[in-house]
């Protein structure tokens, strides 16, 4: 009977046309609201690298002096060098890289390009393996590269197609913050989002958005021997001597540190790995308040520096809201819809139609509203996506709509319309069918 | 095939009870053609609906083709409906969507009947009112006579045992309704039950058997073979069978 009930349904899209375009451009405009919004949520709080993500942890440390009135809730999200060097010179974990971010001014030597200001970040060798990244040209640099404080970097494909074109730019030199740097890779089609390694506050530190790309990489030590900008929080509960070289020997947090482990159960080891830590630090003066370590693996880390904000879980509860504002009206044209045919219903019922199955079939006939609804609801997301974009760049990096989220706007269109059909339909089934077979 | 012992409905409203039927009594044999006549608002068509199942009754007892029939949920009552009883309505009562094919089809859908099934019942029945040309034309395309007819062949199309007709002829001009009436004659020859609603005299003395329902109670009498000069000569006997 599935099959005849969907036919009958395709059959009264039809019949009352106005009527029905009414249904199904309520339906589609309460489901497009919501889904653009919820696309934007869902976007926010993605697991930005699923394969892995709980085996990537970070770190953070009370560094704070003993006399300090800070509460727990005020510890810093970042590390100090100190703590980081030591970190990852204890070599516990798969893979790791300390990382702060920077920026600076690169000249370019190519004629008609003016210099400009690229954003960057400072991080280990195994920062490209941690975070799978794939290279268009060459590679990450090598191993002995972070230990010589060697003067290479990888770029964005996107810098690399700004100075070089097509061309591969592997050897070549380029000036940043006025030194030079050899070039030993360029990205591929690595895209994150968010950029969870920098982020806190649910922003990229030192950034102006989750959305902010690095365009150039290069090694952690490189950066602390040659003094590059810190474009991030600094974050210093005690006093510092001045300067940079007075930054990196303070307890002034400026860095993240990820780990990447084996497995998702060695991270108890790993927990143990920094309780040791923090008391070996006490032993030498550091660390003087009670061990508050935090270990976030990537969904936690996420969760923990809020990056879904307040607004938008508001703006996807209002997006509901309206969505079940177009329910009642969808409830009302449905009524209006199934009650013009109750003479149809009568003869149904005559001729040996069941309350059930009057009941499928005009639920069905309501799913298939939600359906056509689905198509043209997916449309209007699009262009609701597309003007949200417009507003900011992290709206511009959110605003898209994968599979998934086309998949739950049809689901969510079909599911509205049999949740709106309910009432109709039951009204259907209540037909009284001797009274309507006498009155047709 | 269709007995009912004192058989009473009654309408409520806050304010007002209304007694359509008043212990009705009667009895159809099976093969019958009978006409059930009566003034407006006397409860013929209650009596119809309620016999059709398409009204449950208050109180008395009611059985068709041997099965008590009070009390059943609505599942059973459709099936009952769907298997045993055909309708046909003054009217007609087709879904103007679905065109002649689609309309004989709807009582075979519900039956569960396969395809080539269906197929093959929908043509025999529309062959039989001579409508099998007529396949994809919609309601509105039709005349009257040809519009009771594809109603007729819904009905005969599930080889119902007993048909309820009510008022059958009333939207038909008279070249039309004798079309119409030769036609149940000839249903009802073949052997399946009829009972028909009518307020036409004429009408009602073709039959060899009227039940006059008069205040919701029912007397029953005939007019005798040689009242109907053009009536099949197979009739069963007619009787009385019960009055109130």
Redesign the interface.
């Given at each position: 009977m599935f099959g005849y009930y969907l036919r009958l349904g395709l059959r009264q899209l039809r019949r009352s046309p106005v009527l029905t375009s009414l249904v199904i451009l309520t339906l589609a405009v309460g489901v497009a609201a919501s889904m653009s919004t919820l696309t934007v949520l869902y976007m926010m709080s993605a697991d930005p690298i699923p394969q892995k993500s709980d085996r990537l942890l970070t770190v953070t440390l009370d560094n704070a002096p003993a006399d300090s009135d800070s509460k727990p809730e005020d510890i810093p999200r970042g590390l100090s060098w100190l703590d980081v060097k030591a970190l990852r010179e204890g070599g516990k974990g798969l893979r790791r890289s300390g990382m702060y971010g920077t920026g600076g001014i690169v000249e370019p030597q190519k004629s008609g390009v003016k210099n400009f200001v690229a954003q960057g970040i400072a991080v280990d060798r195994d920062f490209f393996a941690m975070m799978d990244v794939d290279f268009k040209f060459g590679s990450a640099w090598r191993k002995e590269d972070d230990r010589d404080e060697a003067r290479v970097v990888v770029i964005s494909r996107a810098m690399s197609q700004k100075l070089y074109g097509d061309e591969s730019p592997l050897g070549r030199t380029i000036k940043f913050n006025n030194g030079e740097f050899r070039i030993v890779g360029v990205l591929g089609q690595w895209h994150m989002l968010p950029r969870f390694y920098l982020m806190e506050n649910g922003r990229r530190s030192g950034g102006s958005t989750m959305s902010d790309e690095e365009e150039i990489f290069l090694p952690l030590s490189t950066a602390i021997a040659t003094e590059q900008d810190i474009n991030g929080n600094v974050n210093c509960q005690s006093d510092a001597a001045p300067g940079y070289k007075g930054l990196v020997v303070s307890e002034c947090t400026f860095m993240h540190y990820w780990v990447e482990l084996a497995s998702a159960s060695d991270r108890s080891d790993y927990r143990e790995y920094l309780h040791a830590y923090v008391g070996q630090q006490k032993a030498r003066g550091r660390l003087p308040r009670p061990d508050q370590t935090g270990l976030y693996n990537v969904r936690d880390w996420l969760s923990f520096i809020g990056v879904v904000d307040d607004d938008t879980r508001l703006q996807t509860w209002l997006a509901f809201g309206f969505l079940s504002v177009c329910l009642v009206n969808t409830i009302g044209l449905l009524l209006a819809k199934f009650t013009s045919r109750s003479g149809e219903i009568g003869v149904r019922r005559a001729l040996g139609a069941s309350r059930a199955q009057i009941f499928a079939q005009y639920l069905l006939e309501a799913a298939v509203l939600g359906l056509v609804g689905s198509v043209l609801g997916v449309v209007l997301a699009y262009g609701m996506l597309h003007i949200m974009a417009t507003q900011s760049p992290d709206l511009a990096a959110l605003a898209k709509m994968d599979s998934l989220m086309l998949l739950t706007t049809v689901l969510l269109s079909v599911a509205a319309a049999v949740l709106a059909g309910l009432l109709p339909t039951w009204r259907a089934t209540q037909v009284v069918p001797a009274l309507q077979l006498k009155s047709q | 095939m269709l007995k009912m012992e004192g058989v009473q409905k009654i309408y409520r409203t806050d304010l007002v009870q209304t007694h359509a039927l008043r212990s009705l009594s009667l009895e159809v044999e099976e093969g019958e053609f009978v006409a059930v006549t009566g003034p407006s608002g006397s409860g013929k068509?209650t009596f119809l609906?309620i016999a059709?199942l398409?009204?449950t009754f208050d109180g008395g007892r009611y059985t068709l083709d041997g099965k008590d029939v009070s009390g059943l949920s609505?599942?059973e009552r459709?099936?009952i409906?769907?298997?045993k009883i055909g309708?046909i309505?003054q009217?007609f009562?087709?879904?103007p969507?679905l065109n002649v094919y689609d309309n004989v089809d709807?009582?075979l859908?519900?039956?569960?009947l396969g395809g080539g099934d269906r197929d093959k019942r929908i043509k025999d029945a529309l062959e039989r009112v001579g409508l099998a040309s007529r396949l994809k034309h919609l309601p509105s395309q039709l005349s009257g006579g040809q519009q009771q007819r594809v109603a007729i062949a819904?009905a005969l199309a599930?080889s119902p045992r007993i048909l309820f007709a009510?008022e059958p002829t009333g939207n038909l001009d008279s070249l039309m309704a004798r079309e119409v009436m030769n036609m149940l004659e000839e249903i009802n020859v073949q052997g399946t039950t009829i009972v028909m609603v009518t307020h036409d005299p004429e009408l009602a003395r073709r039959m060899h058997r009227n039940i006059h329902i008069m205040d919701g109670q029912a007397s029953d009498f005939d007019h005798g073979s040689d009242s109907r000069s053009d009536a099949p000569v197979d009739r069963i006997a007619p009787r009385i069978v019960a009055s109130v």
């Open positions: - | 068509t609906n059709g398409l009204e609505d599942r459709s099936k409906r769907n298997v309708f309505f009217s009562n087709l879904i969507d709807v009582p859908r519900y039956r569960g819904r599930g009510d």
